[in-house]
Nanobody, 124 residues
Framework: QLHLVESGGGLVQSGGSLRPPCVAS????????VGWFRQAPGKEREGVAF????????YYTDSVKDRFTISRDNAKNTVSLHMNNRKPEDPAVYYC?????????????????WGQGTQVTGAP
């Protein structure tokens, strides 16, 4: 069974950067479609960045385009989210997710493996 653990959350200043990794164990992430979601207090969970399993295609929600990048390191069995230029809407709990479905998926209902989340907080 695939197990996902996020880390690397913390305090980020306005305009700052963070790169939380998500380490997988139990199975290789190589051909899994992977995604990062976030949920802020009082808001619904939203998907922010995704990478396909076989073609490595990517999708980003509009609010993070040109600021966030999702990357996969097969040797380390890790998927990371590179967050740059932190904006007021970015602080949230960030979750990584994976599904063995190959093609790009952007709906949370398509994912059946989830991490526990890592908190990203905005500094004034």
């Amino acid at each position: 069974q695939l197990h996902l653990v996020e880390s690397g959350g913390g305090l980020v200043q306005s305009g700052g950067s963070l790169r939380p990794p998500c380490v997988a164990s139990g199975k290789s992430l190589r051909h899994y479609v992977v995604g990062w979601f976030r949920q802020a207090p009082g808001k619904e969970r939203e998907g922010v960045a995704f990478k396909g399993g076989f073609d490595n295609s990517e999708y980003y929600t509009d609010s993070v385009k040109d600021r966030f990048t999702i990357s996969r390191d097969n040797a380390k069995n890790t998927v990371s989210l590179h967050m740059n230029n932190r904006k007021p809407e970015d602080p949230a709990v960030y979750y990584c997710a994976a599904a063995f479905k190959g093609d790009l998926r952007i709906e949370d209902g398509d994912y059946d493996n989830w991490g526990q989340g890592t908190q990203v907080t905005g500094a004034p």
